[in-house]
Nanobody, 122 residues
Framework: QVQLVESGGGLVQAGGSLRLSCAAS????????MGWFRQAPGKEREFVAV????????YYAGSVKGRFTISRDNAKNTVYLQMNSLKHEDTAVYYC???????????????WGQGTQVTVSS
């Protein structure tokens, strides 16, 4: 069973930046699609960004496109989410997840980290 550990969350002012990291255990990291999702209080978990195993393909939710960048370093078993121009509505717990296939749906991601809180003050 893969273990995913997120880090890098925190409190930031609107307009600021944060970089989230997600370290994965195991030796087959590069074989898997990885995704970032977020969940705000009282709301369902929602898709943020996804990256293919090689890193050659990425896709973003419309609400973050142009502001967030997903990347990965397969040598380090780590996926990143660079978040720029943060808005108050980006406040949520952010989760990384390993996908069973290329997807933006929560149900297609079988392994999840514990989440990291991102709070954007307005």
């Amino acid at each position: 069973q893969v273990q995913l550990v997120e880090s890098g969350g925190g409190l930031v002012q609107a307009g600021g930046s944060l970089r989230l990291s997600c370290a994965a255990s195991g030796r087959t990291f590069s074989s898997y699609t990885m995704g970032w999702f977020r969940q705000a209080p009282g709301k369902e978990r929602e898709f943020v960004a996804v990256i293919s195993g090689s890193g050659g393909s990425t896709y973003y939710a419309g609400s973050v496109k142009g502001r967030f960048t997903i990347s990965r370093d397969n040598a380090k078993n780590t996926v990143y989410l660079q978040m720029n121009s943060l808005k108050h509505e980006d406040t949520a717990v952010y989760y990384c997840a390993r996908g069973v296939q290329w997807s933006t749906y929560v149900a297609d991601f079988g392994s999840w980290g514990q989440g990291t809180q991102v709070t954007v003050s307005s």
